[in-house]
């Protein structure tokens, strides 16, 4: 349709029309035959037959055949023919089941991640899907909070990047092509920061924080042409995000120039009354029009309070045609108009879901993001060829539950586990399987509020059986020449609502792990995990360490890859594992303090613990590979750069091991004395370099004046002249670097 067209037909809708666009509801709101009647939870918010009739999008249904006859059996009772938008959570994949985002974030590699949203986008396509809540772009520093494993983790440009590369490869050059979707970025804003890692928690932050550090992978993502942004639940300095006109309106259409639909997160509307900021839903209701939401996602406040709201100041009538006119451009730029079910047709999507290429795919983006942590010569593995016994020990080694709690559309049961990969590979007759222990041991009582997904995990097992389960696999682990234990988190402690004051492994798996030390010390850890977790112990106990995070369906066939050397391990970590959890929220680009610890000296009044070192046990960008690389001092073409010109920085990496593999090098800047202090470093440019024994390469990046803006005091996003230090090396704690001076002449100053 033309805007004219549009235009015309936002004149010749009703209120109520307008207000059903304007309203999102659970898919179970319809009944099966979508006859618009109103089923389950339509009662707690007082969904009336005509609302449900006229809400112009919906949540949670997926497959063809079923998204296809609702859409005609809605289509047949509006006046308008509008056709209703399909929008659900695909968080990391649709069937097929890539690594979850942070995952995705160690590998640094954002045309994989495009790769694998592009193949989320197909199946989602094709299942009838017209949008995706993804990605979640929020920043995260704080690992006790549930959602870092949505994020790609704590760095401003790594994010930045990941973002781009996801909304690409959703949406495509055109949303309405074949087999795209539309993107949404979310959670705006500041959703990361929860006070104490506590989910749905007050966020207090200053402007300066967040415009420096939250929202450049937001404006990142708008840049690349994001259709959607969501709001997120918490308040930020007091105002809930969702109402906050400052910053929705203020900051997010107009400064940063946002012009897709806004939508609210899941009920969070409504729960600004709770909040204690908005006094009804009226009031509600007149905040969130003020702020420029577009959509209600499932609360009362637009269905229930708008036609009121209108009734009593008329001048809100405006407000919301504006909020309809970006819902329709919306369904327009997906071509809903001339073709209502877009992708969706059964017979594709039985052909696409989960076909070889999405799996090889998958394998391939789940081994690029695993880390390897420690490794003390135990691994590679030979594949059985030298008669070794391996005894593969722990609770993941037969778990199909490789996907996270973001991936309803998912099925474990297509999943590959580490038993089922390990046994196309190494011999039957030099190795043994054993679970050891359950996932869980007291911790599961957190599982009562999980409902069906936490079914299996509660399963009870005797005193016996645990004892003779520890029994057999110390036995086990006795008698092999090396032990790979594929311990863990359940996959339902990270996500949402699953902050964790205490983020280490199951104790009941750390049990395990000591009595099996005993008797053996080759021990390899393999890390399935949605959060970085205290892992002091296992590091300092294990021989070897691979972050395998929580892989998705090809998960075992991944880590198996790694295990055997067939895949190099290249990942990076995304986010900083802190020494314990008092140290956290702990992260690389912090600001310097003016009383730095200095190596080597004990100062008394320093910024530091008595009990801890200040440094993660694991610091952002770091990861092993099974070769090693030598990079070379920082040079630089010149000393000193003007605005308008620009630098060259140049490393040679040299592969000085007996395997090839991939360097990922890191380029950092610091800004040595500006008008707002800055980050010790801050991640400027990565690139991944693969090298055979024995190549060198000669790699360069290009530092201009853009590239060393920051936002000053009064919110303005520009340099300032000095002296910078620009590192380059393989991880946040390189200390290879070199100095240049940026100048300015007065006019450029100003
Ligand atoms: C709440 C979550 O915060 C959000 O990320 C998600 O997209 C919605 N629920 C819808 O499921």
């Known amino acids: 349709m033309t805007q004219k067209e549009?235009?015309?037909?936002?004149?010749?809708?009703?209120?109520p029309e307008k207000i059903g666009q304007m309203t999102q509801l659970m898919g179970n709101?319809?009944?099966d035959d979508s006859s618009s009647v109103l089923t389950g939870p339509a009662?707690?918010?007082?969904?009336?037959?005509?609302?449900?009739t006229y809400a112009g999008s919906v949540l949670?249904?997926?497959?063809?055949g079923e998204l296809i006859r609702m859409q005609d059996a809605y289509l047949k009772s509006q006046p308008h023919r509008i056709p209703m938008l399909f929008m659900r959570d695909i968080i990391h994949g649709m069937k097929t089941i890539f690594p979850i985002p942070l995952a995705q974030g160690a590998s640094f590699d954002p045309e994989l991640t495009e790769k694998c949203a592009e193949a989320t986008a197909k199946e989602a396509a094709v299942s009838g899907l017209h949008v995706t809540f993804a990605p979640m772009t929020d920043l995260v520093r704080d690992a006790r909070w549930g959602r870092v494993m949505e994020s790609t983790g704590e760095d401003p440009y790594l994010n930045s990047r990941m973002t781009e590369a996801a909304v690409r490869g959703f949406q495509g050059k055109d949303v309405k092509e074949p087999y795209r979707i539309a993107a949404c970025l979310k959670h705006f804003a500041g959703y990361g920061a929860a006070t104490a890692g506590r989910d749905y928690n007050a966020v207090e932050m200053g402007e300066h924080t967040l415009r420096e550090y939250y929202l450049p992978s937001f404006q990142a993502g708008i840049d690349t042409g994001a259709k959607l942004v969501m709001t997120a639940f918490h308040t930020i300095d007091g105002v809930p995000c969702s109402v906050n006109r400052h910053l929705m309106k203020e900051i997010l259409r107009d400064e940063m120039g946002f012009e897709g639909v806004l939508i609210s997160d899941f009920g969070a509307l409504g729960e600004t009354v709770t909040h204690g900021y908005c006094a009804d839903g009226t009031d509600a209701a007149r905040k969130s029009l003020e702020a420029g939401v577009d959509i209600d996602m499932m609360s009362s406040v637009y269905p229930g309070s708008l036609r009121y709201l209108v009734k009593e100041e008329p001048e809100y009538m405006e407000m919301i045609d504006a909020c309809v006119m970006r819902i329709l451009q919306l369904k327009n730029a997906l071509g809903l108009f001339e073709n209502p079910y877009k992708d969706a047709d059964p017979e594709e999507e039985k052909k696409i879901i989960l076909?070889?290429?999405?799996?090889?795919?998958?394998?391939?983006?789940?081994?690029?993001?695993?880390?390897?942590?420690?490794?003390?010569?135990l691994l590679p593995l030979s594949e059985g060829k030298d008669g070794k016994k391996i005894a593969f020990i722990g609770p993941y080694v037969y778990s199909r539950q490789l996907n996270s709690s973001w991936a309803f559309t998912g099925d474990s049961r297509d999943c590959v586990s580490l038993k089922e990969a390990a046994e196309e590979i190494f011999p039957g007759e030099q190795t043994v399987y054993l679970q050891g222990c359950p996932m869980l041991g007291a911790e599961a009582a957190f599982l009562s509020g999980f409902g069906e997904e936490a079914k299996g995990a509660l399963l009870t097992v005797t005193e016996e059986e645990k004892r003779n389960m520890l029994q057999n696999a110390v036995l086990a682990a006795k008698q092999a020449d090396i032990v790979v234990l594929a311990l863990g988190e359940h996959f339902l402690q990270s996500g949402e609502a699953t902050s964790r004051a205490m983020i280490e492994i199951p104790e009941i798996q750390m049990e395990m792990f000591r009595e099996i030390r005993r008797v053996n010390n080759r021990i390899v850890v393999i890390l399935f995990n949605g959060r970085p977790l205290d892992l002091r112990e296992i590091s300092r106990e294990a021989g070897a360490i691979l972050e395998v995070w929580l892989p998705g369906t090809e998960g075992g066939h991944a880590v198996v890859d790694v295990l055997t050397g067939r895949v190099n391990p290249s990942g990076r970590l995304p986010m900083s594992f802190p020494y314990c959890v008092g140290q956290v929220p702990v992260f690389y680009n912090e600001l310097r303090t003016g009383r730095p610890k200095i190596p080597g000296q004990s100062e008394r009044f320093q910024s530091k613990y008595l009990d801890i070192p200040n440094e993660p046990l694991y610091p952002f960008g770091f990861g092993l590979s099974y070769t090693e690389f030598q990079i070379s001092p920082v040079e630089l073409?010149?000393?000193?750069?003007?605005?308008?010109?620009?630098?060259?920085?140049?490393?040679?990496?040299?592969?000085?091991?007996?395997?090839?593999?991939?360097?990922?090098?890191?380029?950092?800047?610091?800004?040595?004395?500006?008008?707002?202090?800055?980050?010790?470093?801050?991640?400027?440019?990565?690139?991944?370099?693969?090298?055979?024994?024995?190549?060198?390469?000669e790699e360069e990046f290009q530092i201009s004046e853009e590239t060393l803006r920051f936002v000053r005091a009064d919110g303005r996003f520009v340099s300032e002249p000095g002296t910078f230090r620009i590192w380059i090396g393989n991880s946040s704690q390189t200390e290879n670097c070199a100095e240049f001076e940026l100048r300015m002449n007065c006019r450029e100053l100003c």
């Open 355 to 377: 076909c070889p290429s999405h799996r090889e795919l998958a394998r391939k983006a789940s081994s690029a993001s695993f880390v390897l942590l420690k490794n003390d010569g």
């Open 637 to 697: 073409s010149s000393q000193s750069m003007t605005p308008g010109g620009s630098i060259e920085a140049r490393v040679t990496v040299k592969n000085i091991g007996h395997t090839e593999g991939t360097e990922t090098l890191q380029m950092y800047l610091g800004d040595l004395s500006a008008s707002v202090a800055r980050p010790v470093k801050e991640l400027k440019g990565f690139r991944k370099v693969t090298l055979s024994p024995g190549e060198s390469r």
């Open 6 to 15: 549009l235009e015309q037909l936002l004149g010749d809708m009703t209120l």
């Open 43 to 52: 009662g707690d918010l007082n969904i009336s037959k005509e609302q449900l």
């Open 29 to 31: 709101f319809y009944e």
């Open 60 to 64: 949670s249904g997926y497959g063809a």
